[in-house]
Structure formats: structure tokens, C-alpha cells
């Protein structure tokens, strides 16, 4: 109560700035053609052929020590938790990007979004590189759903309130075709009229999360990062917006980079695979290539742990231990204190993303990838790093 | 108010009986908008040293019935009906100064998030140590003994250097792996375990599960699992419940319920969820929202979602009736879903 009120009008003062950028290519466009015009992907004027986006050595890094602490200790901590990590969307797939939590895969998607400044490396869109600061008309070619309905809307504003301000701010259409615009949307969601004057307090969580993609279709953006989108729902609603993302794919034509930790709805829903962990990526698979045939000893580990409807065998858990922290990357491959299969070179060399002989698209970070697997012996190397306490329940 | 739900006779016979058992418990909670009947004729039955998990959607009902037997309902939570017998006695209507007494050497509880469940300025060493100093009347020195020995055995790495580690320097899966020392620490005869694995990661989870699975081996504790997770049940448990709108409306052995579904709600969640092993087309989401607890449908309660609806399901309540082979169901039209199964084609 401590906030003052937004007034509602307030979307419409927003409107009151300078355009500041061109509506030229945007004139007023209804559904038929919101859907045309993606799907022949002109929103950047004449769309060149090839990949959609193109990250290069991408990196960011959080600071972890107060500016005071790192002065007097002459040294500054920096926690990467995206380090050198190169990425290709291709137009019009769904691509997964998977891993452990502390595993970059948010960090990434915010940086591609462009929601956290990159310390190195580039980000391409239709091959042009996108500045530290992006324009407005780059910022809408990009856009996101969060993971948390609940805290991603405004709570003061009603969800016309929430599409009125974001249409304005953008010039997506003319002011007077707003609000039917903005019923268009909704209904692109599966909501219906009603849910314009309704505040996001009257919906239940898979409600808002329409909500939320359809502010981000706002912006008829050619890239969707959906950040787990279903892993705050309930899992009869999880199906919907599963299929409501589905859908819109097939209907817009839209690109959609999908953060999961779920492997079932990844393969459910995606194209291609790439799977994180310590801020790499440590494989890249067409979807069904990494299912039935993961090269990496990661990826292996990870199928092997999603719960089957199975009944659990008496083995060892599929990969032990924690992972490492990030301020405390083991040396050489950043998997090996976990690995089952690590090798004397695994702590002396950093395994490459290396593809796959006579297969396209399938690459992995790992010395072994590729080539006969070592025994599973353990080696001499006992976990080097304590980052890692290693075998767990497994040991006895 | 509703109370349809008959007494049913043991769906379980093991020979020495289910150490627990909870028998129509109804638990209200009065609130400005009405009561709310958040759960509504339950009835569990816990086999010695076997799981069962409880399943069904947030607001169902499935920790509160959890909360319910421990004694630990939330603020203006009451459990107005039932009884919860853990080796014959009634628990309900202890005071909590026998609870406590209870809570620990009997009963133990896991919780989803640790972080919260832990002391944050007590060493978990000691933190273990408490129940068997508190309960079993250990020496300090016996009690932090045993403390290091439950570390050992929870798969804690180094546990003599962590015992006097405070809960903020574990991570997430070494905190639950704390808490699931705590739970073991008196010998408990049943672990509730409130949702232990959500909060974690696929490859943390299967080491959690991987652990409980043994400590039931080894030690013949039961867990009564809570979870919305199916594969997570069909990895631990042998039996299941699913609950519904506070009820249970479908149980049996796991992987009969799963394979042969009896309700439509249960047939429901498992078209719904995507699965690794299974590519569908299309997933099959449960139309419409959960009910309301406050004014609960008519008849049965999954009627306004459910595919078979009839007349009569908004007329009659659906009773828990039994089936062939220890399962249950609460549906009147229950040989439905064998129709879609066959239609189908597809028996998992």
C-alpha cells in the first residue's frame, strides 16, 4: 500500500513521448496477417537466409564480493556463469537448453534477451550484431516468458493495462487500434475477452502464464525464450501451455528457445537439444539423436536420472555428487569430478565442442565422445578439486 | 457436512497389519469466505515398511492430510473427523505434549524445502543429535556419535568435518540429505515425506530417491510419500492414492493403477504429463480448473472436468468402492477408462 496507486491512465501518458522509433514497417496489422508476417519472417525488413541468431563466446560474469572487499583484497571474484558458450537458432525450430540449476542455462537465455549486459563475445541476429544497447526495435525481436507467473505480471495492472502499455511504448499499431490488438492476443492465448479488465490476481497460474506469452507475442518477436514455462504449474495445466506454445509455433511460425530442466517436456517439444552444465555447453544434439544416442557422460547421467514409470533399480544413483561451484571450476574438462568415465587427460585438457564424424549437428565437449569409452574404472586422479565431495549413496 | 464416504475394510493385508492407518479424517479450515473442507473423508493405510505415495494437484489436499497426522496443521486448521491410528493408538486426540513424544521416536517428517525446515544457526550435527538426546535420553557425546554415524550413512561425505557445518554451507541435496538424517535419527516407524525432491534437481532427485529406496530396504521404515510427480512414485512406492478436491478418488498397487487406470482424474494426469520413454503427439490436458473446497461440486467432485460425465455423477456421490486385486476407486463409471485404454490400444 506503501507504492502510490498507478493510475490506469497511465498507459495512456506513456504514449505521450516522441516515437522514438520508426513505425514504418509496422502498420496496423490483423491476426491473418500478424500470422503472415511472421511466418514469412520479414519483421526485419528483407530477412537474410540462415541461422536466426548466432552467439559467439558469450560470457557473463557476476561479481561476488562487495566493490569494498575486492579493493581491499586486491582481487575481484568473479563468478562466470556463462563462459565462452557459442550458440545457432536456426529459423522457425525449438531449441531446448538444459542443465542443472547453477548451470548458465537462465543466465544464457537473459543474455541473449538481452536482460544482462555480456562481458565478451557477440550476439548476431539475422547477422547483425546487437549492440550492448539494444534498440527498441531489437529489443522486440527478442522477447520472454519468466518461469513465475505469479511474480512476472504487474499486479497493479490489469492484463489490458499490462498489453495497452507495452503497444504504446512500442508503436506496435496505431494508438486507436490498441485495444482491438490487444484482443487479438488474448485470444491468440486461448483466453478469452473477459480477461482484459481482469486483474492478475483473478487468474489461476496457467491463466497467467497465457497472459504472459501473449505479452510477449506483443511484440511479434521472431525469437520466444520461454524460461521453464511449466515448472511453477500444476501438471494438468503444465499440458496446455505445452500445447498452447505448440501451437503458436505451428501457427506464427515462431522461434522458441526453451529453458527446461524437465528432459520429458524437451523432447516432447523441441527440435534440438543443447544441454549446459557449469556454464558450457557440453552437447548439442538434434533431439532425437541425443535421446537415443547422448555422447556425452553428462548427458548419459542425465536421461538416466528422470524418474520412469518404471519401478527403480538398486543401482547407483546415474551421476553422483553435486556440482562444483562455479567460483571453483575443476581444471581440464569441468565435468570429470563427476564423471564416470575420467581419464588423466580429462584434468589436463578442455575437451572441445567437437561434432561427429558423418553426423550433422552433433556435437560434444568430451575427450571420449565420439570414440570407444574408456573403462569405468576409477582413475588415480581421486577428485582433485574438494569442490566436489564425491560418491554418495552409492559407495556402499 | 459431507461425510458419504463409507468405511472400506483393509485394501492391504500384510500380516502383522498396516502400522499406519488413518480412517476418514476430515480436516477443516475456517476462513472469512466459508470453511473449507481441505480434506474430506480420507482413509490411508500404511503397510509396514513399504511407501505409499499421495498424488494429486496443489490444493488437493495431499499435505494437509500429511500435516494432519503429524499433528502440525497450520493456524486455523482443524481436524474435525477421523481418527489416524499409528500401531492402534489414536492420535487425534493427544495432547501434544504425548504427540511430542511421539513425533520422532514414531514419527518423522522430511519437508520439501530444507532450507527452511533446518535450524540456520544450529550445526547440523547437532541438529541430528537432538532427537536421540531429546528422545532416547543420549549423552551428548553418544547423540553427536550417532549423529556422525546417520551422516555416514545418508551418503554425506567427510560427516566428522560437517557435523559442525551450519545448514547454509550444504547444497540443496546435502541439506535434504540432512533432514532425511534428522528423520532416521529415533528410529522412526514412518517417515511423511511432504514433496522431498521438488525443490531439486533431476540428478539430485535421483540420488534422494536412490537413498530413500535403500533406507526402506534396510531399516523396514514405511514413508508415506507425498508428491505431484507420477514417475516419482512409480520409481519408490508400492502403493498409491490419488487424491482429489481433498478426497482420495483412486488406489491400488502403483503399477496396476498406473498401467490400468479406474478413475478418470488419475487417467487424466498420466495423458497430461509429458513422458521421456513415450513421444505422443499431442499432450491431453485435464480441461478446467481444480474445485473449489469452499462449495465443492455436486456429486463428484471431478465431474465439471471429467470426460465421462453423466447425469448421475452430478447427482451422487461416488463412494470409494473396492475393486479386484486391493484397488479402489471413486468413480461410477470407472469401466470407461477401460474402454479408452482398449480403444487406445496401448496398455503401458
Known sequence: ?396 | MSGPRAEEPAVTGSATGPVLEVKDLHVQIATRRGVVHAVDGVSIEVPRGEAVGLVGESGSGKSMTLRAILGVLPGEAKITSGQVLLDGTDLVPLPSSSLNRIRGPKLAMIFQEPMSALNPVMRVGWQIAEGPMVHLGFSRAKAAERAVELMRRVGIPDPERRFRAFPHEFSGGMRQRVMIAIALACDPEVILCDEPTTALDVTIQDQILRLLARLCRESGVSLVFVTHDLPVVAQLCQHLAVMYGGQIVERGPVHDVFARPQHPYTLGLLRSAPDVEEIRDSLVPIPGSPPSLISPPSGCRFHPRCQFAEDDCQTTVPPLRLLAGGRATACLHHERCDEVLEAEGATR
Not at chain 1, 505469479?150 to 512500442?170: C, K
Request: net charge negative.
Open chain 1, 1 to 396: 500500500m506503501s507504492e502510490p496507486v498507478m493510475p490506469e491512465k497511465g498507459v495512456g501518458e506513456v504514449g505521450g513521448l516522441p516515437p522514438a522509433e520508426a513505425v514504418a514497417s509496422d502498420a496496423p496489422v490483423p491476426l491473418a496477417d500478424f500470422v503472415a508476417v511472421k511466418g514469412a519472417g520479414e519483421v526485419g525488413g528483407d530477412a537474410p537466409p540462415g541461422p536466426l541468431l548466432v552467439a559467439t563466446g558469450v560470457s557473463v560474469g557476476f561479481p561476488v564480493m562487495s566493490p569494498i572487499a575486492a579493493r581491499i583484497r586486491h582481487e575481484e571474484r568473479i563468478l562466470r556463469a556463462v563462459d565462452g558458450v557459442d550458440l545457432t537458432i536456426e529459423r522457425g525450430e525449438a531449441l531446448a537448453l538444459v542443465g542443472e540449476s547453477g548451470s548458465g542455462k537462465s543466465t544464457l537465455a537473459r543474455a541473449l534477451t538481452g536482460l544482462v549486459p555480456l562481458d565478451s563475445g557477440e550476439v548476431k541476429l539475422d547477422g547483425k550484431a546487437l549492440g550492448k544497447r539494444r534498440s527498441k526495435a531489437d529489443q522486440r525481436r527478442v522477447q520472454m516468458v519468466f518461469q513465475d507467473p505469479y511474480s512476472s505480471l504487474n499486479p497493479r495492472l490489469t492484463v489490458a493495462g499490462i498489453l495497452h502499455e507495452l503497444l504504446n511504448v512500442h508503436r506496435v499499431v496505431p494508438r486507436s487500434e490498441v485495444a482491438a490488438f490487444s484482443k487479438e492476443l488474448i485470444g491468440l492465448v486461448g483466453l478469452t475477452e473477459d480477461a482484459l479488465p481482469a486483474y492478475p490476481r483473478q487468474f489461476s497460474g496457467g491463466q497467467r502464464q497465457r497472459v504472459a506469452i501473449a505479452r510477449a507475442l506483443a511484440l511479434r518477436p521472431e525469437l520466444l525464450v520461454a524460461d521453464e514455462p511449466v515448472s511453477a504449474l500444476d501438471v494438468s495445466v503444465q499440458a496446455t501451455i505445452l500445447n498452447l506454445l505448440q501451437e503458436l509455433r505451428s501457427t506464427l511460425g515462431l522461434t522458441l528457445l526453451l529453458i527446461s530442466h524437465n528432459l520429458a517436456v524437451v523432447r516432447h517439444l523441441c527440435d534440438r537439444v543443447a544441454v549446459m552444465y557449469l556454464g558450457r555447453i557440453i552437447e548439442v544434439a538434434p533431439t532425437a539423436e541425443l535421446y537415443a544416442n547422448p555422447a556425452h557422460p553428462y548427458t548419459r547421467g542425465l536421461l538416466a536420472a528422470i524418474p520412469r514409470m518404471t519401478p527403480m533399480s538398486e543401482d547407483a544413483p546415474a551421476v553422483i555428487g553435486d556440482p562444483p561451484s562455479p567460483l571453483r571450476i575443476p581444471s581440464g574438462c569441468r565435468f570429470r569430478t563427476r564423471c564416470p568415465i575420467a581419464q588423466d587427460i580429462c584434468a589436463r585438457e578442455d575437451p572441445a565442442l567437437t561434432t561427429a564424424p558423418g553426423s550433422t549437428g552433433h556435437q560434444a565437449a568430451c575427450h571420449f565422445a565420439f570414440g570407444p569409452v574408456p573403462p569405468a574404472a576409477p582413475d588415480t586422479d581421486p577428485d582433485a578439486e574438494s569442490a566436489t565431495p564425491a560418491p554418495a549413496a552409492g559407495s556402499s
